[in-house]
């Protein structure tokens, strides 16, 4: 027979138990952060659907942000607490920064991290390599896109010297069908990502001369670094009549229209372009100084994507995370997003035509990532803002290469010190 009192007791675990299970079931939502409002549609119809199918009971909620505003408006969120569970990380020092200050989990024992080699952690990871704290999602790759049907017509072929370069660039202004270059000199940071950073790799040999930078050993002053901004000064005069007020969508429409015939550009406009331009499109490498030159590409670190400290939600995060680690996620994201191109060590089969015309320049040329954004930037004056500033003014004539080349050093040792640190 069983007691009145073991009778209650049991009676109570199992109430405990029905009423605790629904609430162990209950579904999760995950909201991401990302500055990559371009990739709404994307999220919602292929990557969100492939992750829910797979992980019942997770949501995810992609919540992006204008990018001129994404990190003021992130830090605000964390700094207030209601930040999403997921972070779209930047490279180097903007996440290693969040991550220094508790805003980043560290992700050093997350399973998925082992499928990613030390260059593609290290935008992600401390100084000494030995906590990542995002999973790194994408790189791009520099370069050129043109009209390919222009280039047809006007008989020319894709320059691979600085010289052929400017030579197809007057023949296409001494046609006067189309604008050789679209680029504007409003917005700043396209003078230098699409400008100064695309071309100069050439002249400071990459990763030698980001590097020799940091050590201290080289200087913006020096020969390498000032001349390619002597070459960015030149293209002003390709740029059309309206550049000095023009924007960067500006530069976007002229091209996607017809109506220059050459972009300096990130693989990230693949999708863009191609969706709106009823022309061909061709793309080729930065050209090189002088013929027999070493070709090189920034092939930079761009995207990763990290765990919110604070999360109510770090097992269904973790899970999430993993997910982004995986191949199927590489494959989803590398063809869903053509030119942005994933970093793990799983291989991926790219479907798009001119995404892997920028993928296979790095069997062609050695990759370097943009020189301002590990270790440069931490400091007062950012260096990365300053080469923004002085690059477009010296796309607009407002001020010479030599000019900029010190204004930009001045800059850089008013705060840092080679080893500060180590």
């Not at 007791?9 to 162990?24: D, H, Q, W």
């Not at 080699?117 to 790189?139: L, Q, Y």
């Not at 070493?294 to 919110?308: F, P, V």
């Not at 040329?365 to 301002?372: A, D, M, Y």
């Amino acid at each position: 027979m069983i007691s009145k009192s073991r009778l209650l007791c049991t009676s109570a675990g199992l109430a405990l138990a029905l009423t605790a299970t629904p609430l162990l079931a209950q579904d999760v939502t995950l909201t991401i952060e990302s500055w990559r409002n371009d990739d709404l549609t994307i999220w919602q119809n292929t990557l969100i659907p492939a992750f829910e199918a797979a992980n019942p009971g997770i949501t995810l909620n992609f919540a992006p942000t204008a990018p001129t505003e994404y990190n003021a408006a992130l830090n605000a969120k964390l700094d207030a607490g209601s930040a999403g569970d997921l972070i779209t990380c930047r490279p180097f020092d903007a996440s290693l920064a969040l991550f220094e200050a508790g805003y980043l989990a560290p992700l050093d024992d997350l399973e998925g991290i082992s499928n990613f080699s030390d260059v593609a952690k290290s935008a992600w990871n401390t100084d000494d390599g030995s906590t990542p704290f995002c999973v790194p999602m994408a790189s791009v790759i520099h370069g050129f896109i043109y009209n390919a049907d222009a280039f047809a017509e006007l008989g020319l072929e894709e320059p691979t010297t600085e010289e052929e370069f400017f030579a197809v660039l007057d023949a296409i202004q001494a046609d006067g069908t189309y604008i050789p270059l679209a680029i504007g000199a409003v917005d700043q940071w396209e003078s230098a990502s699409m400008g100064y950073h695309n071309i100069g790799p050439a002249y400071w040999a990459g990763e030698e001369g980001r590097l020799a930078l940091i050590s201290g050993e080289a200087k913006f002053t020096d020969e390498e670094w000032t001349e390619p901004l002597r070459v960015l000064g030149r293209w002003g005069e390709y740029a059309g009549d309206g550049y000095l007020a023009q924007t960067y969508p500006d530069s976007q429409n002229l091209f996607t229209l017809g109506r220059a015939a050459i972009f300096p550009a990130g693989s990230w406009e693949i999708a863009l372009f191609e969706e709106q331009a009823d022309f061909e499109l061709g793309a080729f490498p930065p050209p090189v100084p002088a013929e027999g030159d070493t070709c090189y590409i920034s092939d930079h670190n761009d995207i990763g994507i990290g765990m919110n400290a604070s999360t109510e939600h770090p097992e269904a995060a973790r899970t999430f995370l993993n997910w982004v680690a995986s191949a199927e996620f590489a494959s989803l994201y590398a063809n869903a997003l053509p030119g942005f191109f994933g970093l793990s060590d799983e291989p991926v089969t790219i479907e798009n035509e001119l995404a892997n015309e920028f993928v296979s320049w790095r069997e062609e040329c050695e990759s370097t990532i943009r020189p301002t954004y590990a270790i440069l930037s931490r400091g007062t004056p950012n260096l990365e803002n300053d080469n923004w500033l002085h690059a477009s003014n010296v796309l607009a004539g407002t001020e010479t290469p030599e000019e900029a080349a010190a204004a930009i050093q001045s800059g850089l040792e008013s705060w840092y010190t080679p080893g500060m640190f180590d």
